[in-house]
């Protein structure tokens, strides 16, 4: 098994592997049935960094690279700061939001939208944008979609299923403080967390007044969720908005 990074050496029912001169030991070994050659999934999950989960709903195997935080960091490019004044140029509110196609949607909560006037967005590259349209909100779900007249922009790609675990480690990126787009890593510290008849992905991840609409990303850069709101002053205790909402909430605009 061959390509430009990656030179793999192994036998039948042994459990030795070469992987690019070195040799390596697993637990289980590889195994050939009906003519098919089969290598064991702690393989991809140990040696290759592939991360290994089971779709329980659709009874699917997933494999995806991990990649690092500094990977995932890159993606950065797709969240934005968004800033809302009042008809003097008073700051009302100041959040975060998230690029959702190369032609300027930007995807945020609703809540950072109150008493919209005007409303700027400012990219990763520090260049403005006013958005020229509220497309949608939905209150109840705390969410919001806005244009801004862009093209060719980076997107966010978007995790549709709950496929996520507790302890997970996640990547937010938002603008605290209008800090643009800063960087805090954490885990998710429950799954499926229920307040108000509403369903959250509870992080442990600083987050701060201007994080809202921010990005949660797992460690493939899917997004996963979008920053909601805290829950005590630690800053440790936050919740975002599962990404099947936001799919919901995206496909009901035949988005």
Known sequence: MNDSTLDIDCTINKFEYVVNGEQLILKYNPILVNGIFYLPIDFLSDLMNYDVKWDVSSKTLILSLTKS???VVKYKDRVVLIQNFDENGKLIEAGSGIIVSKDGLILTNQHVLTNAKN???????????SVTKIIADDETNDLALIKIDKDNLPYMKL???LNYQLGEQVVVIGSPFVLL????TGIISA?????EKHHFI????????????????????ELIGVVSMGFD????INF?????VVSKFLGDLNY
């Open 69 to 71: 935080v500094e990977d």
């Open 119 to 129: 409303v700027t967005v400012t990219l990763d590259n520090q260049t403005t944008a």
């Open 159 to 161: 995790q549709k299923s």
């Open 181 to 184: 787009n800063t960087v805090s």
């Open 191 to 195: 799954v499926d967390r229920e307040l």
């Open 202 to 221: 509870q992080i442990s991840v600083p987050i701060e007044h201007g994080n809202s609409g921010g990005a949660v990303l797992n460690m493939q850069g």
């Open 233 to 236: 002053s630690s800053g440790q």
């Open 240 to 244: 975002a908005i599962p990404s099947y």
